[in-house]
C-alpha cells in the first residue's frame, strides 16, 4: 500500500513539473562554431534526457565488455558447484541406500568437482569408511581438522578410528582436543572421563567431569564428583591422609548415602581424634543405606575400647534403623565378640527360618564358640545353601570391596550393593522356536474329527513374546546417511550401480536470461 501510494504521489509531481514548464513557454538558444540553434525549453530538456540515456547505455556496454571475462568465469563456477552439489547429494544417498560403488563413484566425482567441501569431505570419508579402506577415511578426517566449521567432525572420525584399532593413546588425545576445542561435546568430554578413570588419574578426571558439569544433572554431576573425590581419596589415604580427610568430607557433602566416602572419612577423623564428627558422618550414611562397612568402622572408632564398649556403641547405631537385617547381624557380630551367645542368637531370631549366607555363617561361628561343634557344622551346610547376601556388583562382577570403575566396562559408579545377579530369578517371557505359530497360508489342516470332537479352547490372556511380535505389522525401515562413526553395512556391490543423473539441458529462456545477465 505504502508502495502504490509513494509511485501516485511520484506520477504526480512529475506531471505537476510538466504542467508547469508547458504553461511557461520559453526558447534556449545555443551559438555554436558561427551557428545559432534556437529551441523550446520543453523540447531542449527532453534532448538533454535523451542525450543522457544514450551516454549510459553506451557506458554499460563499455562495462559489460570490460566485465565479461569475470562474468564468464562466475558462470562456469556455478555451474562446477551445482555439478559438484548434485555429486555429493547423490553419494549421500548412495550410502544410506549401501550402494559401495556408487558411493564411491560419487566421492571421486565431488572430489574433482568441490575439492574442500565440507559434505564433500563426510562423503569421502563415509565412503572409504563402507568400503573398508581405514587410510584414506584417515586422510578425510585429517582434512576435516584443518577446517574451522568440520574440526569437530574431523576429530569425532579420527577418535573412532582410533578405537577401532585400539590405539587408546590416539583415541585419549582425540577426545581431549576435541572437548578443549567445544565444552559441549558430551562424548568427549565422556571419553577424556573414562580414559582418566582407567588410568587412575583422578585430578584429570575430576578436570574432565568440570567440564561436562553443563551438560549434566545437578544430581549426577554431584554424585560422580562424589565418587570421583572418594577415588583420590583412598589413593591419597596413606601418602597425605590430611588431604584425603579433606577429599573425603567433600565426597560426603556432595553424596552423604556413598557408603566408601562415609567409611573412608569416619575412619580418617577418628585417627585424627575428631571421633563426635565421625560418629555425625557415619550415622547419617547409616540411616541413608545401612552397611556391613559402616557398622564395623562406627564399632572401632576408638582403637583401645573393649568388646564391651564397642557393644554398646553398635547397639545405640542398630537402634537407629530397627527391623533392619544389617542391624541384626552388627548386633549378633558384636555380642558374639563379647562372649555373650544368647544376645547374639536373640539377635538374629527373626531371620533364622529362612536365613541368608551371611547370617548361617555367624550363627555357625557362634554355636563354635559356644562348643557345640554339630551345631556349627549344620549351620555350616545350610550357609552352603542358603540365598545369597547382598554385595559389590558391577557388570556381573562381584567385587569384595568397593571399585569407582567397572574393570569390565570401565563405566564410572557402576558398583551397587546388592544381591549377585539378582535379575536371573525374573521371569520373562521366552522365544521357544517350535511354538512359533506357522503363517496363515502354510498352517497345517486340522482334521474334522477333532474340528467335531473338542470345543475350541477360549484364548489365552498370556500370550509368547513370539506370538505377539508374528501379530505386530512388519515395518520398512529404510536407513539415513550414516554417522561417521559407522563403516555402513557389509553388503556386496550391486551389479548395475546407479548412473549419474544427467544435467538438466539448459532452456532457450535461460540462455537469454544469462545474456541479458551480462548487460546489468
Not at 527373626?350 to 549366607?357: A, F, G, I, K, V
Request: glycine fraction near 6%.
Amino acid at each position: 500500500m505504502v508502495r502504490v501510494v509513494v509511485f501516485l504521489v511520484t506520477a504526480a509531481l512529475i506531471a505537476l513539473g510538466i504542467a508547469w514548464f508547458a504553461d511557461r513557454p520559453g526558447e534556449v538558444a545555443i551559438t555554436w562554431l558561427g551557428y545559432r540553434i534556437e529551441v523550446s525549453l520543453l523540447l531542449a530538456a527532453f534532448a538533454v534526457a535523451l542525450m543522457a540515456a544514450f551516454v549510459i547505455a553506451v557506458w554499460s556496454i563499455y562495462r559489460a565488455i570490460l566485465r565479461s571475462p569475470d562474468q564468464v568465469s562466475l558462470f562456469f563456477r556455478h555451474r562446477r558447484a551445482m555439478k559438484g552439489h548434485l555429486a555429493i547429494t547423490r553419494g549421500l544417498i548412495a550410502i544410506g541406500a549401501g550402494d559401495m560403488r556408487g558411493a564411491q563413484k560419487s566421492a571421486v566425482e565431488a572430489e574433482r568437482l568441490s575439492p574442500g567441501d565440507p559434505l564433500a569431505l563426510l562423503l569421502i570419508a563415509q565412503s572409504a569408511q563402507m568400503a573398508g579402506d581405514r587410510i584414506a577415511a584417515e586422510r578425510a578426517f585429517r582434512d576435516m581438522t584443518r577446517r574451522g566449521e568440520t574440526k569437530l567432525l574431523g576429530l569425532r572420525g579420527l577418535y573412532i578410528e582410533a578405537q577401532r584399532r585400539n590405539d587408546g593413546n590416539a583415541a585419549r588425545l582425540f577426545a581431549e582436543e576435541a572437548a578443549k576445542a567445544s565444552s559441549g561435546l558430551t562424548w568427549a568430554s565422556q571419553a577424556a572421563l573414562d580414559y582418566r578413570c582407567a588410568e587412575a588419574d583422578w585430578a584429570g578426571a575430576l578436570n574432565a567431569l568440570d567440564t561436562m558439569k553443563s551438560s549434566l544433572p545437578t544430581a549426577a554431576y554431584r554424585r560422580e564428583r562424589a565418587v570421583l573425590l572418594t577415588a583420590n581419596a583412598m589413593a591419597l589415604e596413606q601418602r597425605d591422609p590430611d588431604v584425603a580427610r579433606a577429599l573425603a568430607l567433600d565426597a560426603v557433602k556432595l553424596a552423604p548415602d556413598l557408603v566408601p566416602a562415609a567409611v573412608l572419612a569416619g575412619r580418617l577423623l577418628a585417627r585424627a581424634g575428631s571421633l563426635r564428627k565421625a560418629g555425625k558422618v557415619l550415622d547419617a550414611a547409616w540411616r541413608a543405606q545401612p552397611h556391613p562397612d559402616i557398622a564395623a568402622t562406627y564399632a572401632n572408632l576408638r582403637s583401645g575400647d573393649s568388646a564391651r564398649e564397642r557393644r554398646t556403641r553398635v547397639k545405640r547405631l542398630a537402634d537407629k534403623m530397627p527391623g533392619h537385617i544389617e542391624s541384626a547381624l552388627a548386633l549378633a557380630l558384636a555380642a558374639l565378640e563379647a562372649r555373650d551367645f544368647s544376645a547374639a542368637r536373640a539377635a538374629l531370631a527373626d531371620y533364622l527360618p529362612s536365613p541368608t549366607r551371611r547370617v548361617a555363617s555367624l550363627m555357625a561361628d557362634i554355636e563354635e564358640a559356644d562348643g557345640d561343634v554339630g551345631r556349627s557344622r549344620e549351620w555350616m551346610a545350610r550357609a552352603m545353601r542358603a540365598a545369597p547376601d547382598p554385595a559389590w556388583t558391577a557388570d556381573g562382577v562381584v567385587s569384595e570391596h568397593w571399585l569407582p570403575v567397572s574393570p569390565v566396562s570401565g563405566r564410572l559408579d557402576v558398583f551397587q550393593w546388592k544381591v549377585p545377579l539378582a535379575e536371573i530369578g525374573v521371569e520373562r517371557p521366552i522365544i521357544e522356536p517350535d511354538k512359533i505359530a506357522p503363517p496363515e497360508d502354510k498352517a497345517p489342516p486340522v482334521p474334522v474329527e477333532a474340528a467335531v470332537a473338542e470345543p475350541p479352547k477360549p484364548p489365552s490372556r498370556r500370550r509368547s513374546s513370539a506370538k505377539v511380535a508374528a501379530e505386530r505389522p512388519v515395518e520398512a525401515v529404510i536407513p539415513l546417511v550414516h554417522a561417521p562413526d559407522d563403516p555402513g553395512p557389509d553388503v556386496a556391490p550391486e551389479e548395475d550401480p546407479l548412473e549419474p543423473l544427467p544435467e538438466p539441458s539448459p532452456s532457450a529462456a535461460g540462455a537469454w536470461d544469462r545474456i541479458r545477465q551480462l548487460f546489468r
